[in-house]
């Protein structure tokens, strides 16, 4: 499964904007953000919120529903994954964050 994320999150151009090494791009870095707790800002409000599967699912299929905080400003491209394609890239994105955990 973190074989087949991997080449979605490159072939879909995910890394351009998000890094996988904590590093500040375009979009914030999503190695570490799993069960998080990220502000977002939705409808020009801002709330707290925990970074769980359903909010990764959300963010990937309608990208301009909320945005994290500091990056308002910045859109995502809308995307148009198959459900399969969501939940890889969901389970990648969740293993990632598991792994930065362990290696703490």
Known sequence: MLQ????????YGCI???SLDGKITY??????I??????VIRKGKSSTIVAD?????????DPGYEKVSGYQNKDMP?????DEEVNIL?????ALGIEDQTSE
């Open 4 to 11: 087949e994320g991997s080449i979605l999150y490159t072939k």
């Open 78 to 82: 809308q995307t148009y994954f198959s």
């Open 53 to 61: 599967r359903k909010y990764l699912k959300k963010a990937i299929i």
């Open 34 to 39: 799993f069960l998080k707790n990220i502000t």
């Open 90 to 94: 969901v389970d990648y994105l969740i």
């Open 16 to 18: 351009v904007c998000h």
């Open 27 to 32: 979009g914030p870095p999503l190695n570490n």
